[in-house]
């Protein structure tokens, strides 16, 4: 196993060392975990609830802030509130499904905010999905309703026949501030500003009997049948991220937290809210991130912390100096994916003194949180978790003589699983062939059970983790998880392609991994200056842009194992580097439309960080 650095390593004294700055945050923090920890299935809690408590604490503050826009706790309330109503006057129960599909902007959070509050579930959609994707996205968790921003309509409307939803029951917000100018609903939708207008302000009676066990959120993940899997988010288990991480922020009324991020990822909407929320703060909110007006938007909303992902970390430190770097109030920051090699040159620059790395997932039942300020690490977990030895070349846990799994020593590698309890549970998928393949059963003892996270992690001490790297079919990119699967459904789909293995590949100087095809021809096929166009166009129709295949190889043949698994970590390791492989290498440089040959001078150019992809 890998060794990390001896002082990345934490002991008790290192700790000790932390307290005097933790100490202040002892008081909001003990408050947030005896919410998240003193509670059953049947407790009444959730979104809703906190988020009205956040309104009696301070009702004129600024709860949400968007471009020229401004709503108070008490402003806000009231939308949310009108859209509850009316929802339950339709027949909505607790338990029901409504896709929301709108990017981030002032109707989407109120929309989350209602429906939280009936006990009805967001199924939170990618709005950058598209064609079947979407489709199968939107079918997956059986909605009653759909409500859409008319920025996302083009893609709904282009598969509107394949939805399982009644034609009644498509609602549709103008893509602009809608509480002063409704718009004009296209045909085939309601439009909801205009309808809910008419119904009252004060809260609904819903809030106190939504229980922890209820589910709030569907929060979609890469699939390994390359289609997206729906994750239900339980008001509990956003209870236990609104204790813990929401007040290890430890925000105040004052505060105003500036999240880019994506609000269909848990990151934005959970985790970063969270800690505005507990903090009876601001969030302010950008449609899309972008490196020019991060600072300037920093300023203009007076933001005090930030959200992040290791990405988003590095577009900021790839922008030229400016006096914008400093000339701010932000001195916290919570995500992600921060990578060692800039954690401390980002901390100078920009001026920030504590960086909120955290490990969590969508669907697991572990996490960390980076409470006492280190560097490099996703931090401390109050969790039951293990840290077991993990053989990556036949992809299995290594076993002692007794048939058990076998825990790393301080400063090695392994595969993270979290135990399942009744305080830490499983809330699973929505395919249940999928829950059974992320248990392991008997791992240390006969009966129990653990969450398989499919990432390795290496202790470092006193419960504290470094993140590795992912195992199996999903990579991160551009901050996304892209399945392989999915990609490689798509790219084998192009005329002149037989057969695509698609795998993530490092980089110098990025985060996370950029997607790579090798592709196998069909007989007598060849690729000519046209197909490297067209391959483009086609990938870009049909995927995000961040699961676009930046590198491609192209076999003879496709290796596989005896048991016809594709041999993936051969090809892992071999990456994109010419003087591993005789084969064809095409990039795709940024901003270009084409594919091109991967020469031994672009391999340098990468490789000393001439392109910023």
Known sequence: MSQTPQNDLISISDVVSHLPKFLHKVPHLLTGLSQAYIRTAKTPTGLGLAFERAVKRNPYGDALLFEEQRYSYQDLNGWANQIAHYYLSIGLNKGDVVTVIIENRAELIATVIALAKIGVTSALVNTSQIGKVLSHSINLVNPVALIIGDECREAVDEIRQDLNIPPNRFYWFADQPTQQDKGTAPNGFQNLAEIVDQFPKFNVPTTHKVQGSDGLFYIYTSGTTGLPKAVIFTNSRWTLAYGTYGHILNLKEDDVMYCTLPLYHATGMVVCWCGVIAGSSALAIRRKYSTSQFWPDVKKYNASAIGYVGELCRYLMDAPISELDHSHRVTKMIGNGMRPNIWSKFKERFGVEEILELYASSEGNVGFSNIFNFDNTVGFSPTPYAIIQFDKEKNEAIHDAKGFCKKVSKGEVGLLIGKITSRSPFDGYTDPEKNKS????????????????????????????????????????????????????????????????????????????????????????????????????????????????????????????????????????????????????????????????????????????????
């Open 438 to 613: 992320v248990i392991m059963k008997d791992v240390f003892k006969k009966g129990d059970s653990y969450f398989i996270t499919g990432d390795l992690v290496r202790d470092i001490g006193f419960r504290h983790a470094q993140f590795v790297d992912r195992l199996g079919d999903t990579f991160r990119w551009k901050g996304e998880n892209v399945s392989t699967t999915e990609v490689e459904n798509i790219v084998s789909e192009y005329p002149k392609i037989a057969e695509a293995v698609v795998y993530g590949v490092e980089i110098p100087e990025t985060n996370g991994r950029a997607g790579m095809a090798a592709i196998t021809l069909l007989d007598g096929m060849t690729l000519c200056e046209q197909d490297l166009t067209d391959m483009v166009q086609v990938f870009k129709k049909n995927l995000p842009a961040y699961a676009v295949p930046v590198f491609l190889r192209i076999q003879q043949t496709v290796e596989t194992t005896g048991t016809f698994k594709y041999q993936k970590n051969k090809l892992k390791d071999q990456g994109y580097d010419l003087n591993q492989t005789s084969d064809q290498l095409l990039v795709l440089l940024p901003s270009a439309t084409a594919y091109t040959d991967l020469t031994t001078e672009i391999q340098a150019n990468i490789a000393s960080y001439k392109y910023r992809f």
